[in-house]
């Protein structure tokens, strides 16, 4: 088993940048070899798919992110890393980490001038 737990959202402006981190715990072997994903879900809306890397480093984005956003991951740290830049109100939401069925408990981004 795996525990995640994120940090790093808040409040910034339209335009600005924040970098979210998803630490996990546990089972580092399941870490290690398991894609790792960032979901969002915003008040009234489903939860989405934002962006993913594998155990390799290959990455895949939501298209509505794609070229402002960067997912990376530490596997010396057991850490995933979401660099959020050029952010819109509309990526106001709460971001979850994933790795196969466990989620982590989420971190407000809020994006507001």
């Known amino acids: 088993q795996v525990q995640l737990v994120e940090s790093g959202g808040g409040l910034v402006q339209p335009g600005g940048s924040l970098r979210l981190s998803c630490a996990a715990s546990?089972?580092?072997?399941?870490?290690?070899?398991?894609?790792m994903g960032w979901y969002r879900q915003a008040p009234g809306k489903e939860r989405e798919f934002v962006a993913q890397i594998t155990s390799r480093g290959n990455t895949n984005y939501a298209q509505s992110v794609k070229g402002r956003f960067t997912i990376s991951r530490d596997n010396a740290k057991n850490t995933v890393y979401l660099q959020m830049n050029s952010l819109k109100p509309e990526d106001t939401a709460v971001y979850y980490c994933n790795i196969r069925q466990t989620w982590g408990q989420g971190t407000q981004v809020t994006v507001s001038s």
């Open positions: 546990g089972s580092i072997f399941i870490f290690s070899i398991s894609p």
